[in-house]
């Protein structure tokens, strides 16, 4: 298979998820099970994936993406960051990409860690994952 096959194969697989996601997690349904949540938190998300009947990571995209809040969301295994979903409308660009240690000073490191355990949703120092130019308007 070449480069070319590949990356229409992955195309179409993309395009068949979103439009899964659609019909899982209706829009206007989850923005209404969105404006219930005053602060966002992780079970939030989870009971959320549970009421839709879908992924964690695909809940984790939709929320990005439906959230009115500047949101990110970032997964991390192992001390490495495995996914990113963003608001793509109102969040700046993140430092940090896939395949990446988590910046030492984050939250992450601070909070007690185990398999399977989830962490909670913080507010966190913009400087450590965004470039300094942009964590600079988020401190003002």
Not at 31 to 36: I, P, T
Not at 67 to 75: F, H
Request: net charge positive; hydrophobic share 40%.
């Amino acid at each position: 298979m070449d480069m070319r096959d590949q990356d229409r194969r992955q195309r179409k697989e993309a395009e068949a998820n979103r439009f899964a996601a659609m019909l899982l997690m209706p829009p206007p349904v989850l923005r209404g099970e969105l404006r219930q949540i005053y602060r966002p938190d992780v079970a939030d998300l989870i009971r959320l994936a549970r009421t839709f009947d879908v992924s964690k990571d695909a809940l984790a995209r939709a929320y990005a993406e439906y959230s009115r809040e500047a949101v990110a969301i970032v997964v991390i295994r192992n001390d490495r960051i495995l996914r990113i979903y963003r608001s793509a409308r109102n969040f700046p660009w993140i430092g940090a990409s896939p395949g990446q240690s988590v910046p030492e000073g984050s939250i992450y490191h601070s909070e007690p860690r185990s398999p399977g355990r989830i962490s909670t949703a913080e507010e966190c120092e913009p400087v450590l994952w965004l470039p300094a130019s942009r964590a600079k308007a988020f401190r003002q």
